[in-house]
């Protein structure tokens, strides 16, 4: 089955900064990776996500890159704000029947300090 | 637009217990899955249905079980409670599949096994 690792668990950066969360997966077949963002008591949040046949996504002060031939794909979030602290989870996912079942990264906190 | 709901909010529960978690799909959406996540790890995939039937199943022993309902709100249930099944369960919804793999998560169900 499909492995992802997400790496750092711990980012901390100033306001301002930008912010790099890195995830790798292992199954070839993979073709959809959202990324969700989990304030504390709440669900998680799809903020963005990325299709295999696209290299680069951006969305306002967030971005996402995938790098399909190393498997590896990351989160990219400038110009960092109080508010971005929170946990983030990357995914991967491919159709199987018609259905995409994500796995799930073991998630990165987010801390933007003031 | 109303988003997924889920009830109860938080739970708490005997070891050998039995308890049932509900959750409302958003509108238009047929396909509901549910995830388990423990503490400082990601959503694991526990079912997917689609019009009410399972399409994908995780690594989960047979005391859990789901069900979905005409009106495609879906049922968890998990028959003889362990300490290590507290956690936070999700519900996610997502469109009919084939059109992206998208799933947006409910606030989730705190369940506390004593």
């Known amino acids: 089955g499909e492995n992802v690792e997400q790496h750092p668990s711990t980012l901390s950066v100033q306001e301002g900064d930008s912010a790099v969360i890195k995830c790798t997966y292992s199954?070839?077949?993979?073709?959809?990776f959202p990324w969700y963002k989990q304030e504390l008591g709440k669900g998680p949040q799809l903020i963005i996500d990325?299709?295999?046949?696209?290299g680069e996504k951006k969305d306002q002060r967030i971005a996402v890159t995938l790098n399909k031939t190393a498997k590896h794909f990351s989160l990219h979030i400038t110009e960092t704000q109080p508010e971005d602290s929170a946990v983030y989870f990357c995914?991967?996912?491919?159709?199987?029947?018609?259905?995409?079942?994500?796995?799930f990264g073991r998630g990165t906190s987010l801390i933007v300090h003031p | 637009d109303a988003g997924v709901t889920q009830s109860p909010t938080h739970l708490i529960k005997t070891r050998g217990q039995h308890v049932t978690l509900r959750c409302s799909p958003i509108?238009?959406?047929?396909?509901v899955s549910w995830y388990q996540q423990v503490l400082g790890q990601g959503p694991q995939f526990i079912f997917q249905?689609?019009?009410?039937?399972?399409?994908g199943r995780g690594n989960f022993p047979d005391r859990f079980s789901a069900r979905q309902f005409p009106n495609y709100s879906s049922e968890l249930n998990v028959n003889a409670l362990l300490l290590g099944d507290s956690a936070l369960y999700l519900c996610?919804?997502?469109?009919?599949?084939?059109?992206?793999?998208?799933?947006?998560f409910g606030p989730g169900t705190r369940l506390t096994v004593t």
């Open positions: 990325i299709r295999s046949n696209v």
């Open positions: 995914a991967a996912s491919h159709a199987s029947g018609g259905s995409y079942i994500p796995t």
């Open positions: 996610a919804s997502s469109l009919p599949t084939g059109t992206g793999g998208e799933q947006y």
């Open positions: 199954d070839s077949a993979s073709n959809y």
């Open positions: 509108s238009g959406h047929k396909s």
């Open positions: 249905y689609y019009e009410k039937e399972e399409r």
